[in-house]
Structure formats: C-alpha cells, structure tokens
C-alpha cells in the first residue's frame, strides 16, 4: 500500500497501524527517520508492507506533533484463492506464485526493517576487532604482500 502526504511540517513523521508503528517497506519520498519518514518540503510517500495483515477494517495515523495529525482507514479484504477451474483463466495467478515463492524463502523470518544488515554487519564487525586484534591486523599485513606481489606479477605481463 503506499502512503502519501502533504503540508506537513519539516520534522519527522510518525506512522502507525492500529496502534503500533507501521512496517514501512520503502521510502517513495521525503527521508527515513525512525519510526516514520521525514517529509521533503512538506511531502512524503512511503510504501506499507501490509503481509500478514488480517483482512478487515485498520486504522492508520500519521502524527507529526500532538497538535499535527491525521487518521485514514484502510479496508483490508480477503482475495479468494483459485480453484482448478480458475486455473485456465488468469485469476491473480501471479500473486499466489509469488506469495508461495516469497513464504517458502521468508516466513520464518518474520518482517525484517531497513537498516538491520548493515548494523548487523558494523556489530560484528567491531565485535571482531575486538576479540582478535593482533590476529585480524597479522592476516591483513600477510594479504597486503600478496596482493602486492600478484600485482607486480600482473603488471609486468607473460614471460615471452
């Protein structure tokens, strides 16, 4: 589902789903800030996962100050799933595939947001650092002289 705003103020933007933050997939417009979006000149349009969503009436609101708010409903309906007959036309064919794809690789790992990778990646890496200094910068120097080597060899060309 995509989310879109205007004439809100520059600060950030706080979105929820029946009261709790929403799972924004991706920023459209305007900047990522924690738990929302930072409008760009009053604008913003984030795109809302809304996998695993119960079909059914939901409530999303979006709170830049107490004073600066806005609420909208959002109708989530249940899509039949095909039956063999269905099989012959295109009956969203397509999205049952995807889904079957997307639940068979990712639902065991429930909804992941932005930014957790890369953090993963610093934690264990500073975690490493930490643990094995002298052993980290003794293999650096080592892969140094080698790429060093090999780079000589390799700029000199074929022995003729």
């Known amino acids: 589902m995509v989310l879109r705003g205007d004439g809100w103020p520059d600060c950030p933007v706080a979105i929820a789903g029946g009261g709790k933050p929403a799972r924004i997939e991706r920023v459209l417009h305007g900047h990522p800030a924690p ?16 996998y695993g969503l119960e079909p059914g009436h939901h409530d999303v609101t979006v709170t830049a100050t107490p004073q600066v708010a806005a ?5 989530v ?9 269905d099989k012959r036309g295109d009956s969203g064919l397509a999205y ?14 429930g909804y992941i947001p932005p930014g957790i990778g890369a953090a ?8 490493r650092r930490r ?3 002298s052993a980290t910068r003794a293999m650096r120097g080592k892969s140094s002289r080698r790429s060093r080597t090999r780079s ?4 000199m060309g074929p022995s003729a």
Do not use: H
């Open 71 to 75: 609420k909208t409903r959002l109708d």
């Open 120 to 127: 993963r990646e610093a934690s264990l890496g500073g975690l």
């Open 35 to 50: 738990g929302g979006v930072r409008p760009s000149r009053g604008e913003f349009a984030v795109r809302l996962a809304t």
């Open 131 to 133: 643990l094995e200094p």
């Open 152 to 155: 000589r060899t390799a700029a």
């Open 77 to 85: 309906l249940e899509r039949r799933r095909p039956t063999k007959e």
């Open 96 to 109: 049952w595939r995807g889904l079957a794809g997307f639940e068979r690789r990712f639902a065991n790992l």
